[in-house]
């Protein structure tokens, strides 16, 4: 069961990174009636998927993802989604204090009691660990009482042997249409995986379903 929150702040640099990781949980918390931004970075315009057979090119990708991170909100019944206009594949090499300030200016307007994120090392794609420091040191610089509580995304092969399992594992089965709803949207980045998975689904996999069904993450201690 998930917690009541005051607001939900999701961070991620690309389109798609919150319906592979955080789709059911989106939903479940709108539905719940507890009001969440998401915060993308970029439009994922680096991507090497163009759809398959490829619908999209190097000068179309940018638009067609944009469209694309538009209706996965859509589906997951999120209205409150900011473009933050960074480039993709590049946020490691943004001005550290640039990127901190840019977390913290959201943080400060929305004031939320939890934040979601990717952990700052254990995320797999540069991007994705790079949002992570930004975030985690955006919070760490707040007064220790006014911290909201982060919880961060890490998926690297080997991190149940190195930071154990995660702290929290939501339950998310009753928004699972809601996040495959979200995945179709972003047809350009999961055309080539959906019709599998898909099948798998039907035919009662069990370790898909727990895929689709659960989404974990690691809740972040501060000093």
């Known amino acids: 069961m998930l917690q009541k929150e005051r607001h939900v702040l999701v961070i991620y640099p690309h389109p798609d990174d919150e319906s592979f990781g955080s789709a059911g949980t989106i939903a479940t918390y709108v539905e719940m009636g507890v009001p969440i931004t998401y915060a993308c970075l970029t439009l994922g315009e680096m991507g090497r998927n163009l759809g398959n057979p490829p619908f999209a090119n190097r000068e179309t990708l940018p638009q067609i993802r944009k469209q694309e991170l538009l209706d996965a909100c859509d589906a997951m019944g999120l209205t409150d989604l900011r473009m933050?206009?960074?480039?993709?594949?590049?946020?490691?090499?943004?001005?550290?204090?640039?990127?901190?300030?840019?977390?913290?200016?959201?943080?400060?307007?929305?004031?939320?009691?939890?934040?979601?994120?990717?952990?700052?090392?254990?995320?797999?794609?540069?991007?994705?660990?790079a949002t992570g420091v930004a975030v985690l040191e955006a919070v760490q610089r707040m007064p220790s009482d006014e911290r909201p509580v982060v919880y961060v995304k890490a998926f690297d092969n080997d991190t149940v042997k190195l930071i154990g399992k995660p702290h929290v594992?939501?339950?998310?089965?009753?928004?699972?249409?809601?996040k495959i709803?979200?995945?179709?949207?972003?047809?350009?980045?999961?055309?080539?995986?959906?019709?599998?998975?898909?099948?798998?689904?039907?035919?009662?996999?069990?370790?898909?379903?727990?895929?689709l069904h659960t989404e974990a993450f690691y809740i972040h201690t501060f000093e």
Do not use: C, Y
Not at 95 to 105: F, H, I, Q, T, Y
Not at 169 to 178: L, N
């Open 84 to 129: 933050m206009g960074l480039r993709d594949k590049t946020i490691e090499f943004e001005d550290p204090e640039k990127l901190v300030k840019m977390m913290a200016d959201l943080i400060d307007e929305l004031t939320p009691s939890l934040v979601i994120t990717f952990h700052p090392t254990l995320a797999v794609h540069p991007d994705h660990n």
């Open 169 to 178: 594992v939501h339950h998310v089965a009753g928004a699972a249409d809601k």
């Open 181 to 211: 709803a979200a995945l179709r949207a972003h047809a350009s980045q999961t055309i080539w995986m959906l019709p599998d998975m898909e099948k798998r689904w039907a035919a009662n996999d069990q370790e898909a379903l727990e895929w």
